[in-house]
């Protein structure tokens, strides 16, 4: 779990519980890498949401826009719903002490990967941080991970088998804190001095449990023990630093923070994507390379698919495609003032429009 969300230090607004005092503080670069791109106040856009809670709105809106193919987005919904059910599937093994179905989760691992490869709708779908009804938050929590640790490891250029090994361990992420009594994970911030300890050790337990599954000479049971390492020694249980640490494992613990934020395995409530990629771009230089929150910015994007926004002139829209190159410029599907689509939607595309642009996203509670 994530150390901006669980750790001391993390902004004032960050969703979930703080554990144990020790636990890393927020990420952010390490110095020695490019710095990494200005946070989302780069232009006159990325200002305070109308108001802080409610989600964007999902996938669907954006689906319905041109160049969205719908039948792609179903296809991408009904795999990640069965990338969970497989996960749900480890947690009783690991509950029961029974064999992990590696196979199983090998091969929908393999076909989540295909379809990042082919299309971007299975990342859509898991950057939307709704808890769906009955779900346990940790098999959604290592979904997410998988997926999109995944995407961001395509685009860092990182081959295939390396791809494989991010999603297995991001599926895997947090399995060892299914071995803790489920009253402790509710309350994880209040822990006594032995349950800090059985916490920061979870890594090295879940490490364990994948290493009696896994074929010999699979880096995922090390990417499990290295996740909440960072990049100046203040992760655990190692304390590596820098080179020491695997690029793959940076990779996780980057994607974990970020899910964390946007989804917190909490009562607290969760922040939305824009204001999560905020949090991570403000937070100290120490615990993350610049290049990698550079690549996250890139693939999440200050306003991602299906984030309602307001433009200067008034106009309220819904943004259905990222241009990867300038982010705080996507295009748009316009609405009226209050959100509605009476019609045909027109769409908008912000940088080919100099003169338009956001000034902050609207939350479905606003409209």
């Known amino acids: 779990m994530s150390d901006l969300v669980r750790g001391g230090g993390a902004p004032p607004a960050a969703p979930r519980p703080a554990p144990p005092a020790g636990t890393p503080r927020p990420p952010a670069a390490a110095p020695a890498e490019p ?59 690991v509950k029961t002490a029974g064999p992990l179905p590696w196979a199983r989760l090998e091969a929908v691992v393999d076909r989540t990967l295909a379809s990042l490869e082919r299309a971007g709708e299975l990342f859509w779908v898991a950057n939307r941080p709704a808890l ?102 203040q992760g655990f249980p190692q304390r590596l630093t820098g080179e020491s640490i695997r690029l793959e494992a940076k990779i996780l613990g980057l994607v974990d923070t970020y899910t964390g934020l946007t989804a917190p395995a909490s009562l607290r409530p969760g922040v939305r994507p824009h204001e999560a990629i905020r949090q991570i771009v403000r937070s100290r230089h120490e615990a993350f390379p610049p290049a990698l929150i550079k690549a996250l910015l890139t693939e999440i994007s200050v306003f991602p698919p299906g984030t309602l926004v307001r433009l200067n002139t008034g106009e309220v829209g819904c943004v259905v495609a990222v241009n990867r190159h300038h982010p705080l410029r996507p295009r748009l599907s316009m609405h009226d003032a209050r959100g509605g689509n009476p019609g045909a939607p027109k769409v908008l595309d912000l940088s080919e429009m100099p003169f338009l642009y956001i000034t902050g996203p609207v939350s479905e509670d606003a409209r």
Not at 53 to 67: H, T
Not at 158 to 181: E, T, V
């Open 35 to 93: 710095a990494p791109p200005p946070a989302a106040a780069a232009e006159p856009a990325a200002a305070t949401p109308d108001t802080a809670e409610g989600a964007a709105p999902g996938l669907a809106e954006a689906a319905a826009a041109p160049g969205i193919d719908s039948r792609d987005a179903d296809d991408a919904e009904a795999l990640f719903v069965e990338l969970r059910a497989t996960l749900g599937g480890v947690r009783e093994a």
């Open 132 to 233: 769906p009804a009955g779900e346990d938050d940790l098999v959604f929590h290592h979904a997410r991970v998988s997926v999109l640790a995944m995407r961001l490891g395509l685009t860092l250029g990182l081959g295939r088998p390396r791809l494989l090994d991010i999603g297995l361990a991001g599926a895997l992420i947090d399995i060892g804190l299914w071995q803790l009594p489920a009253a402790m994970l509710r309350r994880l911030d209040g822990l006594s001095l032995d349950e800090q300890a059985q916490f920061k050790a979870h890594p090295r337990a879940g490490a364990d449990i994948v290493r009696r599954w896994a074929p010999v000479g699979s880096s995922v049971p090390d990417l499990v023990l290295q996740h909440h390492e960072r990049e100046q020694g």
